[in-house]
């Protein structure tokens, strides 16, 4: 669960995941914090977002495997 890391008590958002589209990563909570705080998010996030029509691209099984081998080995390092 994710929890608001700006308030002093426990208030949930939603369930903790990662999220991707192949090029950019963001945490599940991330449209929280824009809707609550108004959260500034980077220009090439919101235009490669644009030109995707605010649609992230799915994934094969074999790329999601791909991106958990480079994540694990980044944190191995």
């Not at 999220?19 to 108004?38: I, N, P, R």
Request: net charge negative; proline share 1%.
């Amino acid at each position: 669960m994710a929890y608001d890391m700006l308030r002093d008590d426990d208030t949930a958002i939603c369930m903790l995941t990662l999220q991707t589209d192949g090029t950019w990563f963001w945490c599940s909570e991330l449209a929280y914090y824009v809707e609550t705080y108004h959260l500034a998010l980077d220009d090439r996030f919101l235009a490669h977002a644009a030109a995707s029509d605010w649609k992230p691209r799915q994934l094969s099984l074999a790329e999601l495997l791909s991106l958990e081998e480079q994540l694990t080995n980044d944190a191995d390092a």
